[in-house]
Structures are given as C-alpha cells and as structure tokens.
C-alpha cells in the first residue's frame, strides 16, 4: 500500500500536508473496499487516512489489537453492537471483535494505532494495516466493539489557546497511554503557535487555515512530528479534527492533557 508519508527513523521535526483530493483511491484485496492512506504501516499496524466502503461491502469478522477511532464522513456501518452513522466517531479498544457492513456507501476518517487480527478460516480483507491470522476469542462479550461519540453534541471547553475551543472526542487514558483525539473549533482571525511534545495530527473539516506559511484547507491531513514548530493562522475560520500523542509545548492546551 503506497503511503503519502513516511515517518522518518529519527524526527526531522517537520509539518507535512497532505491534499487527499488529489491523491487516487487504493484498491484493496476485498473488491468495495478502498484506502487513501497518509500513513500505513503494516509491521506495526498504524495507519491514517480515509476508508471507502461500497454499498453491501464487509469488513470482515476482526479483533483490533490496539486503539482504532474512525469518524463518518458519509454514510455509516453496522455490526453486532447496532449502527454508527454520519459524523459519529467509532472508538474500538484492544480486544474490540466485530464484522461491520455498510448498506450504502460510506466514507471515513481512519486512525489505527495496533495490528488487526482475522480467524485462520477467513480471508484478510485489507482495509486494516497490520492485518494477520491468528486464533480469536472475544475477551469481553457483553462490551460494545465500539464506543460511538456524536462529535458535534459533545460539550466546548476553552483550550486556554485564544480563538480555539475544544470537543473532546477520546481520552486514552483508560487504555494505558496518554493520547487524546478531539474536535478543534478556530474562530476567524485565529493566529497561534506551538511545538509539537509528540506526533500530532490533524484532518481539516472545513474551514481553512495557513500552517507555516502553506494554505491548508478542507479534506488536507497535517502531520506534526515531535519537536516541530507549528504556526497556524486562520483569518475566515477553521474546524478540524485532531490527535495528539502527548501534550504540546507552549501556552494554552489543546487537546485537553
């Protein structure tokens, strides 16, 4: 699977963005389902990006062995635990064992942070990196595969960034590491900056936005790596989605650590 992005070995403390307008849908090996991957590492299972489901298009029967998080652009999915519909975001935490299906066509923002495990008996359907055969049990059975977040019901909080408000989407804490995911509001004339404490990600919503001096807008991924320096100007307002995988430097606090 080709990928936009590669992280380097060492952080060049770099700002990539990625346009995903201009970059082509990926076939994958199960005919319906395609990727737009900024980041896809298979050995370890990470991946960032879009995921396209055709109408009537299966996951597979899947146990996520990390943190995956997916918000619905279009369309929605459906699996054992009911449905997950348009700009809901799906939380599925280590152990989480599903087969999802999209009775139409659905499109998501994706983040994996582990390895997908399939039964020996069933084909890998390629829509997860990391993807491998292994015996699977359902280590909790009367827990929900997924928690599913109504994005934009969820309660602002100021960020202490002025001009920048927070939705809290996803608090990692409970799963062992110090990740956040949220939905950041940026009020038109917003200028700010801060240095990235750990890999840092945006999708921009809508809206638009310079970040160091490029213009940055709807459907653009923003990666951050550690240590990099990240001006964001925003004259007309932006909306953006975001994970952070330790605090940032500087004043304010944007995802909530």
């Known amino acids: ?3 936009l992005y590669h992280p380097p070995a060492q ?3 770099q700002v990539h963005v990625f346009d995903m307008a201009a ?3 990926q076939a994958t090996a199960n005919a319906g389902l395609w990727l737009k991957p900024v980041r896809h590492d298979n050995e370890r299972g990470l991946y960032l990006g879009l995921v396209r489901f055709d109408a009537g298009t299966r ?3 899947h ?5 995956a998080t997916s918000f619905v652009l279009d369309g929605g999915l459906t699996d054992c635990h009911g449905a997950i519909g348009l700009h809901e975001a799906g939380i599925n935490l280590k152990g989480s064992t599903h087969d999802a299906i999209a009775y139409r066509p659905t499109l998501l923002v994706s983040r994996l942070e582990g390895p997908v495990t399939y039964p020996p008996e069933s084909d890998i359907s390629g829509v997860h990196a990391g993807s491998r055969h292994a015996a699977i049990r359902n280590p909790a059975p009367d827990v929900a595969p997924e928690v599913n977040v109504p994005v934009d019901a969820q309660l602002h909080d100021d960020t202490g960034v002025p ?3 927070r939705q809290l989407i996803f608090d990692y804490a409970r799963t062992g590491s110090e990740h956040r995911m949220a939905q950041l509001s940026v009020r038109p004339e917003t200028a700010f900056s801060f240095v990235a404490g750990a890999l840092t990600e945006f999708w921009v919503r809508g809206g638009l936005l310079a970040v160091n001096g490029r213009a940055v807008h709807a459907d653009c991924f923003i990666v951050c790596e550690e240590g990099a320096e990240v001006e964001v100007r925003s004259p007309y307002g932006a909306l953006l989605i975001g994970w952070a995988d330790g605090r940032e430097l500087g004043g304010g606090n944007l995802f909530g650590f």
């Open 163 to 165: 001009g920048v408000r």
């Open 63 to 67: 146990q996520h062995q990390g943190v």
């Open 59 to 61: 996951s597979g029967l």
């Open 11 to 13: 952080s060049t403390r």
């Open 1 to 3: 699977m080709q990928a």
């Open 23 to 25: 970059a082509p849908w």
